[in-house]
Structure formats: C-alpha cells, structure tokens
C-alpha cells in the first residue's frame, strides 16, 4: 500500500559560497583567531519548514503557491531524493516523478540509445527498454529520428522523446510538477490522455500547478504553501480560492 | 568538523543506527542496480568518444603514444636496455592509468550526477560504482597494449601472472572506499577535487611507475613499502611480469583498505543523505 508520511520535515539547505565551499577557509577557522559569532560563510535557506503531512491510496493532492514557496522541494521530499534535515519523510511504494523528464539524456547519444539509458532510471531492465524502442518510435512520432544523435533534435522533439520514456512505467505515487506540455495540439492531446491514465492508475498524485482549473480537474485535496510552510490544507475550491484572494 | 555539516547542528556525531540501516540499504541497492552503472559507465566512455573516427580506441592509442615515446626517452634516461624497460613501463603504466583514473573520476562522482540525485531517490553507490566500471572499461582498452609489447620484445608471460587477478580485486575493492571518501569530501569542499589532483600528480612521481625500486638503492624502502599507492601498483603489475610481489605490499594493500572502509562507512552513514543538499 502506498503512503507518504511526513513528520515535522523541514529542509535547509546550506548555500556556501564561494569561500563556504572552500578547504582552506575552514582551516583558516580554526586556526585564526577568534570565531565569528555567526557563520557568515553559509546561508541558510529553509525550503520546507515543519511540514507534517499523510498522505493515503485515493489521494490528489495539489500543491499551491507562490514560486519560492517550497512546492518542487516538497515535491523532491515525495520522491525521496531530498530526505528532510530534521523530521522525518516515510515513503511507501514506487515512485514516477516527473519533475525533470529529460533527466540523464545525452545529447551525443541516438535516440535509441537514450531510451535505454532513461528507461533503466524509470525501472525498466535494458532488455525491456530495447523492447520498447519501436512502440516509443511509433508513439512519439519520432520513427527514424530516433537513429540520429539527440542534439539533432528540436526541443519539442526531445520533450517527446523524454516525455515517452518518461510515462511508460505506473507506479504507485505520481509526481507531478505543472503538467508537461508537449508539442503540437494534436501530440498535446495524447500525452494528456496518456499522462491522465497514469493518473488513473496511481494510488497517489501529487501535482503542483498555478493553473486552477487543472488544479480543480485531477485533486481532491489541496496545501497552500507559503514559504516552505503549510499555511492551509483543504479541498481544492476553499484553497483555491483562498489563494486568489492572498494575490489579489 | 561542524563545518563539514555545514548547518550549525554542533559537533559531529557518530552516525545513527537508522543512519547505518539506510547506507547499508543503498550500498546494497546500488551494487544490485549493475544494469544501472555498467550503462552509465558504457555511455560515459562511448559519448567521450562518439564523434571520432578512432572512437574508444583512442584510449589504446593514447597509451602507445605515451609507452613509445617514454619508453625511448626514459631508456635512455635511465641507461636501461630498452626491451627491459618498455615492457616494465607498459605494465606499470596501464595498472598506474587505472589508479589515477579512479582518484580523478571520484572527485566528480557526485557533482556530475546531480541531475538524477536531485530528482530521485537513487542509491548514492550506483554514481561510485559508475566510476569503477568506467574505468575497468579503459583498463580494458589499455591492457591490450602489454601482450603486444610483449610479443615485440619477446617477453614470455609465466603462469605467475594469474596472481593479477586477485591483486586486481583488492584494487578494485579499495578503490570503492576510496571513490566514496572522496565523492563525498568534494561535493561538499569545491577546492578539494584541485588538491586531490596536485596529490596526484607526486604520488606518481614517488610511486615505482617510471623507474625501479633499485634505481633508489636504500630509501626506496620508504617509497615502496609504505606507499599505499606503489602497493597496489605491486600487486597487480608485479605479477603481470612474472614477478611475485613480496608479502609487505600485501600486507600494505590489505591494511590500507581496511583503513580506508574504516573511514569510508561511518563517513558515507552519516552525510549519506547531505550529499543531494551539498549539490
């Protein structure tokens, strides 16, 4: 069964610079004199702060707010990549997130080979992905282009390419951050359709999105983020509508 | 060592029992994910190379430019009949090329996989293991070089040379402890990965790769038998020429894994999960 559970998650995350990153600086520290009293070297950016949230099978969640507010950052906590700093993140089952589609392609490398190379990141075996190279051709479009190296490709070709290595696995949670426009209106349709089935399928989604009305269409539920905290938590019409009334 | 955490939590502690669970589970995970990391690995060498005629051989040829010319050279140099010492460069050179390869790549292990790291929950030991299997891949591509000069010089391999194979092995598995140590300090300290390679670059020259133990007479001792470098150098190149290595650079080789895990696991346990905050 999947589910997500946090407990008082909060991600800081150190930004060093130039002289925060260096060796010497930090020797420097210890053997010079006196200690500043605060570090002066690191700033701190606290991207989700104290966020206790579970989240159950059925669930839509939509993640709302400003940019800044923490919504790709929690979305990160979803997936597992960033494991908060303090508190805790539990998370049960298979995860599809498509937050970076085109994540690990390489440029140099054909078509074909790129969908092998991705596909092993969305849990397919290198035998299953070469498989389903000719069905990716097919659905995509794409045909023969995929023999030719990838930084031949125009953007919207590449977005179609990723966007179909990206959707060939359902896993239990889906992460989704805004929903992928690709291509002309025709494809736009039927990566709608098929990011909808992937919805369908996925016992929790998670979708940040501005879009209200996309919002309203695919989640039962909803978190007004403001910076990094969860400021309300409702169905999606109250928040909303709690959010246009913040912008206004 | 607040400053390696970066956040002002106070000391450094010990890594937690939860801490230790996690980073077992990703170093299994990540040694299972081998379709993963030998892809990667495959693509790093075959994109490096991709718009060149001589594709990935490049590597092999590289490395025969560089045993020719130096073989020549340092002959003459080093007044040594020169079907001795090609032979002996070619071997030392290609197992060198393979240690320094190692240290180099892990500096960015990291760094450059930040993309996926940041995305998802992947194994941190997949990005480790990546270098290794780039790197055994270019080793594969140098060591074709040692029968050739072989052949040309008329060396004839003896059965001694099996003993490359476990001495290869040990390389490896220090060389994974190694690779996390210094993925992790360089993600996190951006001077460390110019430090490194300066280190490098006099290990090379205080390791047996261009020149013989004997050549130094008495203070070779300090140079071969307490280098950890020239140890595994010993253990896989010696026997490539039929030689048995002596029993200290195994006991060095061994020691010096063991020291390095003993730093590599509680390190990995407990910034494991700061590594993607440090990106």
């Known amino acids: 069964m999947a589910s997500i559970t946090l407990t008082n998650a909060t991600v800081e995350i150190p930004i060093y610079n130039a002289r925060g990153r260096s060796f010497r600086s930090n020797i420097l520290r210890h053997v010079g004199g006196r200690l500043e009293p605060d570090n002066r070297d690191v700033v701190i950016v606290r991207a989700v702060n104290d966020i206790t949230l579970s989240l159950k099978p059925g669930d839509r969640l939509a993640l709302i707010g400003h940019n800044g507010a923490g919504k790709s950052t929690l979305l990160r906590i979803f997936s597992g990549a960033y494991e908060p700093s303090t508190g805790t993140a539990e998370i049960s089952g298979t995860v599809s997130s498509l937050l970076e589609i085109t994540m690990g392609m390489d440029p140099e490398l054909t078509g074909a080979e790129n969908i092998v190379l991705r596909g092993v990141f969305v849990g397919l075996s290198i035998d299953e992905a070469r498989r389903l190279i000719p ?75 501005h879009d209200t009305n996309i919002l309203k269409q695919y989640c039962n539920r909803a978190i007004l983020l403001r910076q990094g905290c969860v400021v309300a938590d409702g169905s999606v019409d109250d928040i909303t509508r709690e959010y246009s009334s913040q912008s206004a | ?80 009949p020169i079907y001795d010492y090609v ?61 050739l000069v072989f052949l040309a010089f008329g ?84 026997p490539l020429r039929g030689q048995v290595p002596d029993a200290l650079a195994y006991a060095n080789a061994l020691l010096s894994t063991l020291i390095l895990f003993a730093i590599a696991l509680p390190l990995f346990a407990r910034f494991r999960a700061r590594i993607v905050y440090w990106l």
């Open chain 1, 135 to 209: 069905e990716i051709a097919e659905w995509s479009e794409l045909g023969e282009y995929l023999a030719l190296p990838l930084r031949t490709y125009s953007s919207g070709m590449l977005l179609r390419l990723a966007f179909a290595v990206s959707t060939v696995r359902h896993r239990d949670i889906l992460l989704l951050d805004e929903l992928i426009g690709v291509g002309d209106m025709n494809f736009a349709a039927k990566a709608r359709q098929r990011i909808e089935d992937m919805m369908d399928r996925a016992d929790i989604l998670a979708l940040a999105s």
């Open chain 2, 1 to 80: 060592m607040a400053a390696l955490d970066g956040v002002a939590m106070g000391a450094l502690v010990w890594p937690t029992k939860r801490d230790w669970r996690l980073a077992a589970s990703d170093m299994v995970r990540g040694l299972l994910a081998w379709e993963i990391w030998t892809l990667l690995g495959v693509s790093d060498i075959r994109q490096r190379y991709k718009r060149s005629r001589l594709g990935q051989f490049w590597i092999t040829a590289s490395m025969a430019f560089f045993v020719a010319s130096t073989g020549v050279v340092y002959s003459l140099l080093f007044n040594q």
């Open chain 2, 87 to 147: 032979p002996l460069l070619a071997v030392n050179m290609t197992v060198w090329t393979l240690i320094s390869g190692i240290v180099t790549d892990s500096t960015t292990a990291f760094v450059q996989a930040g993309m996926y790291l940041r995305q998802d929950a992947l194994p941190k030991a997949i990005f480790v293991i990546r270098v290794l299997t780039r790197n055994l891949i270019i080793l594969g591509h140098n060591i074709v070089i040692i029968p």
């Open chain 2, 155 to 238: 060396v004839v391999p003896t059965p001694v040379a099996v003993l490359a194979i476990p001495g290869l092995a040990l390389l490896i598995v220090a060389a994974f402890a190694v690779t996390l140590i210094s993925s992790l300090l360089c993600t996190r300290f951006r001077d460390l990965p110019q430090i490194v390679q300066n280190l490098l670059q006099i290990a090379f020259f205080v390791t047996p790769v261009l020149w013989r133990p004997e050549q130094i007479g008495e203070s070779a001792f300090y140079l071969v038998a307490l280098n950890p470098f020239a140890a595994f150098l010993r253990i896989v190149a010696d």
